[in-house]
């Protein structure tokens, strides 16, 4: 069974900084791409960043510049850094990770829960 969880959510003011972290446990065999998404009320799921093992990003207009996505492999962790946040990032942020579990031959998207993103004005 994988499991990924995310922590690190909260109430924030504006222009003040969150760190989230997913973790990805279970019968792991190895993980390709990691994410992170988000969804506002009333809005659809939009991607925030992504990260590939080797280390390629991809992030979102609204916040190339403010957020950084990283990832511990060995760990198998990803971590969102959320610098000078805005209300309008104000969503529940959900980690996603491509993960082939032992003894499969394929990779499998997964997500977890999600955590509470709110930036106060």
């Known amino acids: 069974q994988v499991q990924l969880v995310e922590s690190g959510g909260g109430l924030v003011q504006a222009g003040g900084s969150l760190r989230l972290s997913c973790v990805a446990s279970?019968?792991?065999?190895?993980?390709?791409?990691m994410g992170w998404y988000r969804q506002a009320p009333g809005k659809e799921r939009e991607l925030v960043a992504t990260?590939?093992?080797?280390?390629?990003?991809n992030y979102a207009d609204s916040v190339k510049g403010r957020f950084t996505i990283s990832r511990d492999n060995a760990k198998n962790t990803v971590y969102l850094q959320m610098n000078s946040l805005k209300p309008e990032d104000t969503a529940v942020y959900y980690c996603?990770?491509?993960?082939?579990?032992?003894?499969?031959?394929?990779?499998?998207?997964?997500w977890g829960q999600g955590t509470q993103v709110t930036v106060s004005s």
């Open positions: 990260m590939t093992s080797g280390g390629s990003t």
């Open positions: 279970g019968s792991i065999f190895s993980i390709n791409d």
């Open positions: 996603n990770a491509d993960i082939r579990v032992r003894y499969s031959y394929s990779y499998r998207l997964r």
